[in-house]
């Protein structure tokens, strides 16, 4: 049983540009959430998907979008990229008709931003 | 606005002895709590959860949990530290399990001196 995959696992990226990262769920989920992890910090929530739509967002500027697709896989798009969004990047999934399910997490995407 | 308070970002204890790693939460609601151990370059894992029911929970790799709402802790525990539980923990906070945004504390890095 396949668990969280992401892709690529390491992203060096220039100021300004965009980039993509992306996120298979856990066999049998379907909601994912994307989160930043900066240097020597804890995760910060960035939104959840579930049904092809964000349905929680956190605290981060537009510059951030996301989708998801109808095998509930889902993409990460960061514009606009500044220094300060270097930062590992994980994906989460849970199974949204469980009240108690706990996320599960890849192993991240390290984005280093130059 | 939920959040969870890891007291001590850094512990240090000798293989054999006590684990002790302490998270103070704030929630308006019930809430569930979690731990989490990250391992050098990889994503989260679930060690324990609390949700409702018995507040001692059990986890993976020989760690439990206390919930005590009088005092909004849960703090991790784990008889005998192993060199293998070197990595860095961090509790988190939902309002309905994975369902919904978890907020993360800023992480405990647990240093085991053989």
């Known amino acids: 049983d396949a668990g969280v995959t992401q892709s690529p696992t390491h992203l060096i990226k220039t100021r300004g540009q965009q980039v993509t990262l992306r996120c298979s769920p856990k066999?049998?989920?379907?909601?994912v959430s994307w989160y930043q992890q900066a240097l020597g910090q804890g995760p910060q929530f960035i939104f959840q998907?579930?049904?092809?739509?964000?349905?929680q967002r956190g605290n981060f500027p537009d510059r951030f979008s996301g989708h998801q697709f109808p095998n509930y896989s889902s993409e990460l798009n960061v514009n606009a990229l500044l220094l300060g969004d270097s930062a590992l990047y994980l994906c989460?999934?849970?199974?949204?008709?469980?009240?108690?399910?706990?996320?599960?997490f890849g192993n991240g995407t390290r984005l280093t931003v130059t | 606005a939920q959040s969870v308070t890891q007291l001590g970002s850094h512990v240090s204890v000798s293989e054999g002895a006590l684990v002790l790693l302490r998270c103070n939460y704030s929630?308006?609601?019930?809430?569930?709590l979690f731990w989490y151990v990250q391992y050098p370059n990889q994503g989260l894992q679930l060690l324990l959860k609390?949700?409702?029911?018995?507040?001692l929970v059990k986890g993976i790799n020989g760690f439990e949990a206390e919930f005590k709402k009088s005092e909004t802790s849960f703090h991790l525990t784990k008889p005998s530290a192993h060199m293998s539980d070197a990595a860095e923990y961090f509790c988190?906070?939902?309002?309905?399990?994975?369902?919904?945004?978890?907020?993360f504390g800023i992480g405990t890095k647990l240093q085991v001196i053989p």
């Open positions: 989460a999934s849970s199974y949204s008709d469980r009240d108690n399910s706990p996320l599960h």
């Open positions: 066999s049998g989920h379907d909601t």
């Open positions: 998907y579930y049904e092809e739509e964000e349905r």
């Open positions: 929630s308006s609601v019930p809430p569930y």
């Open positions: 609390y949700t409702t029911g018995a507040t």
């Open positions: 988190a906070v939902s309002d309905s399990g994975g369902y919904q945004k978890v907020t």
